[in-house]
DNA sequence: TTACTTGCAAAAACTTTGCAGGCGC
DNA sequence: GCGCCTGCAAAGTTTTTGCAAGTAA
């Protein structure tokens, strides 16, 4: 991710890069002040303003995606694109294919997956609506495959 | 919604009816500042702190929901259950058949669709990730009827 | 009358802005 | 060295809490 940045012209600073070794090391998802305590491992001086100005960037890089829980929506993960931003090269910052969010009720954990085949669903809703529908917001919630070994978490029915 | 109210043991209070008629008056979203202003023409004296109690009330009953736009999760929108608890007999706490939302992105408008079938996208999305998906959280942005015939909205692709 | 509600004021939580100094390039 | 970045402090928002007075039942 860092490449994508200093690509997309902002500078190599230690401040960033302690932000985004944070978002690597958090589980997927961390809030503003959660990144500011793991980055402060790494570059101790680190302000929480600069936590908010580098999410900032790195949203409009589109290279993490907010997301939003029952709770709030004041937590941020690593998307597809960030995670393959890598060390591969460039990301055209037209990068537009999305995929969605599963978040551990258990752990907090957040993974992305892909195939994001919703087409029909947007049909019928555009049908029962009349609305045109442009664009969309997925989010599952559940129970990690570690959380479900680990633990009692027996009550795995799909709802909806 | 006022007889779910109190049907559930909450008081018939002016306040109240105030939120409620300011929620039906609103055009299917709105945030708690909307919402006491709104409400506020029903009864003046009306405060913000009081919105957002009885927003929690109605949170907790299932007849509105919080919605989760770009911009942050600050609307509340009346839910399937709020909308059939017109003025039928009581729904039973455990209605837990949920709908999603379709927003204007112009209008603001909020329409809840039901028929949520996106059994095999969860099963994908558990294949996939190893996680067991227990709930999910689905929105949809776009156009309404109404714009779309009255303004210059003609991007509809659909993206996704 | 009794207990639930209300709305003000204040506090808390979260996010943004201003600015002088520091650091990447 | 120049200009972008940083972090502190302060301001702006949004939401919650405390409490005395008010109202529903």
Redesign the interface.
């Known amino acids: 991710m860092l490449l994508a940045l200093t690509q997309a012209g902002h500078s190599n600073t230690r401040a960033r890069r302690a932000v985004l070794t944070a978002l690597l090391e958090a589980d997927g998802q961390a809030t503003p002040a959660e990144l500011l305590e793991l980055g402060r491992a790494h570059h101790a001086a680190l302000g929480l303003v600069t936590v908010y100005r580098t999410l900032e960037i790195l949203l409009s890089l589109k290279l993490v995606r907010k997301l939003?829980l029952e709770e709030?929506?004041h937590t941020y993960a690593i998307s597809a694109a960030g995670w393959s931003a890598g060390e591969t090269v460039d990301r055209s910052p037209q990068h537009?294919e999305?995929g969605?969010h599963?978040i551990?009720?258990s752990c907090g954990r957040a993974?992305e997956?892909?195939?994001?085949?919703?087409?029909d669903?947007?049909a019928?809703?555009?049908a029962?609506?009349?609305?045109?529908?442009?664009?969309?917001?997925?989010?599952?919630?559940?129970?990690?495959?570690e959380c479900?070994a680990t633990a009692n978490?027996e009550?795995?029915?799909?709802?909806?």
């Open positions: 939003h709030g929506c537009d999305h969605h599963v551990c009720q993974v997956f892909d195939g994001c085949h919703l087409d669903i947007v019928k809703a555009e029962q609506t009349g609305f045109r529908v442009s664009s969309h917001w997925l989010e599952m919630f559940g129970a990690c495959p479900r978490v009550d795995g029915s799909i709802e909806g």
